[in-house]
């Protein structure tokens, strides 16, 4: 049998009653929610995780038939959820990853007591119907071909370890290593599969407790996205923070964790 | 702003860190071309710019103070301008210096595309490749399968259909090689009055006496050699390694075994003539003096076995 907890390289930190599973967006990998998670581990057990084909997972149990489509991605939190071999979960997934929560949960009502999402979208491609995902087909091919040229000089860049951050060399270290262990080929595919998705009609079959995490001027999900999803979703919350672009929880750590902590313990409700 | 940087023939702009735009350059005004200094940075990028400035911008630059060389393409209403850009974090601002890299980026450009070409060729032809394997294998089996018949059509086409002896064609074929081989006996062997059991009791009678009398022969030789069926009620016994006494024994031992079977219809016995092989016959002279022995047992009031001379 597959390990799981291997393959998906799933690290457990924190003491409490419930579990809180973070769930990382594209691009990226468990480590974005380092800062995150230490509000958490006080009351919580935390468990964090990376895909299959990011971060320091097993990239050889990678394919492009299982992750050619989010439910591969989905299936891969099914499995961690079952390996942590607990009743129940809360979970928060930035970006895709809230979509990628949706799918599971919409599958295993059972698994998931509530959800947070961080700048979802069910759909980032315009459409004659009038929806507005915000991107056509032309902008999605443009940014692939901008991950491709941009790969190298990344890598290029941070091969030599002088990068200035004085004043938190940890995070540099994390940040070099995230980027340069997401191949190229999967991370592109990833995001392919991510702009390409469209998880519109899921959204109404939600049953769990969900609260949407809104920023200001998020490129990648603008605010009128964010909404649409709350009216999609029966019964959502939503929370409109003040920071600012797609990843509060790297940018604004503390605001993200305080707004993800009021809705859990139950005070936001 | 300083003149000199002003009319610097590189975009310059400033960010406060919500990438709010503070300030930018000549240069970095023609990039856009716009007039007036944009609200946000998001303003000028283009769309799939925007999404990979947020994705890997806005991390790197909170980690590391310093982004460099980043590839993005900034809004133009003559079409997006790809540029390369260099930012870093300085009192709490975003400094960046814009290069346009248009000539660059088409050279890029062909090389990406040829570089997706030869990705796509050589999966094609791997794709090719795995086909042929296939196709290989396939070919393989079904010549696998074919020798396995061709076999089992030599087998017919040297077994005699009614006894499954070995036939004449056999005989033919084989008996040369087994006469360089080593010392070699023929029993040629002749049912008595056959014609009267097919007249009598009819052709399938006569029929299951053949394939009774082949079991016979079988059981009588074992291992010493083997039977064949010349055609109607002629048969040879190939013996190897033997000689006149010992395949004078075998002879007289099938002649009685004949002679005792318990046959249906009526009893039925053998004529059998003998021939060794004296080193100097021909398989032709080998199997005239066999002959010729059994013509003699016949001459001589049949059931008996002749050695030839």
């Known amino acids: 049998m597959t390990n799981i907890i291997k393959r998906n390289n799933v690290k457990k930190t924190g003491s409490g009653k419930e579990t809180i599973i973070f769930g990382h967006g594209f691009g990226c990998d468990q480590l974005v929610w380092k800062e995150v998670i230490e509000a958490f581990t006080k009351d919580y057990q935390v468990v964090t995780f990376d895909y299959v084909g990011c971060g320091q997972s097993d990239k050889s149990a990678y394919s492009l038939e299982r992750y050619g489509t989010l439910h591969g991605y989905k299936q891969d939190l099914l499995e961690v959820c079952e390996a942590l071999e607990e009743e129940s979960f809360l979970y928060v997934g930035h970006s895709v990853s809230s979509m990628i929560g949706m799918l599971a949960s919409n599958e295993r009502p059972d698994l998931f007591k509530k959800m947070v999402m961080i700048g979802p979208s069910p759909h980032y491609l315009n459409e004659p119907d009038g929806y507005q995902g915000g991107f056509e087909r032309s902008d999605i091919n443009e940014l692939l071909d901008m991950m491709e040229v941009n790969y190298k000089e990344w890598a290029k860049y941070l091969a030599p370890v002088v990068m200035s951050n004085e004043d938190r060399p940890e995070l540099a270290a994390n940040f070099e290593k995230l980027l340069c262990s997401n191949d190229p080929k999967i991370a592109r595919q990833f995001a392919e599969v991510t702009f390409m998705s469209d998880v519109r009609a899921d959204l109404e079959k939600v049953t769990v407790p969900t609260l949407i995490m809104l920023t200001q001027d998020d490129a990648i999900a603008p605010m009128e996205i964010g909404r649409y999803v709350h009216t999609q979703i029966p019964g959502s919350r939503l929370a409109v923070m003040e920071a600012l672009g797609h990843n509060p929880h790297i940018s604004d750590a503390a605001e993200t964790a305080a707004v993800i902590k009021d809705y859990l313990s139950g005070q936001g409700e | 702003m300083d003149v000199q940087l002003d009319l610097a023939p590189v975009g310059y702009l400033v960010m406060d860190e919500n990438m709010k735009i503070l300030e930018m350059n000549g240069m970095m005004r023609d990039i856009v071309a716009v007039e007036t200094v944009p609200v946000h940075i998001h303003d000028i990028l283009t769309i799939a710019s925007r999404v990979y400035f947020q994705t890997y911008f806005i991390p790197a630059i909170i980690t590391h103070g310093t982004v460099s060389e980043m590839y993005l393409k900034f809004k133009n209403p003559a079409g997006s301008v790809p540029v390369l850009m260099n930012t870093k974090k300085r009192n709490g601002l975003f400094e960046c210096a814009i ?140 013996l190897t390694a033997m000689d006149v006494a010992e395949a004078s024994e075998i002879a007289e031992e099938v002649r009685q075994r004949v002679e005792h079977h318990a046959w249906p219809y009526r009893p039925i016995t053998i004529s059998i003539g003998v021939s060794v092989h004296n080193g100097n016959d021909t398989l032709a002279g080998l199997l005239n003096r066999a002959d010729a022995a059994l013509y003699e047992s016949k001459n001589n009031g049949r059931n008996r076995v002749t050695v030839a001379t």
Do not use: C, W
């Open chain 2, 99 to 238: 290069m346009q890299v248009s000539i660059r980026n088409e050279y890029e450009t062909e090389l990406l595309n040829a570089k997706r070409e030869a990705e796509e060729v050589s999966k094609a032809t791997a794709e090719a490749n795995s086909q042929l394997k296939l196709l290989l294998g396939e070919v393989e089996a079904k010549q696998a399968e074919l020798n396995v018949l061709n076999g089992r059509l030599k087998e017919l086409t040297v077994t005699d259909a009614l006894t499954g002896l070995k036939n004449r064609r056999y005989l033919e074929e084989f008996l040369p090689e087994l006469m360089t081989a080593g010392s070699l006996s023929l029993l040629m062997i002749d049912i008595d009055f056959f014609k009267g059991i097919n007249d009598t009791y009819g052709h399938h009678a006569g029929d299951i006496m053949l394939k009774q009398l082949a079991a016979v022969l079988e059981e009588a030789i074992g291992t010493a050699g083997f039977a064949a069926r010349l055609g109607g009620e002629e048969f040879v016994a190939v």
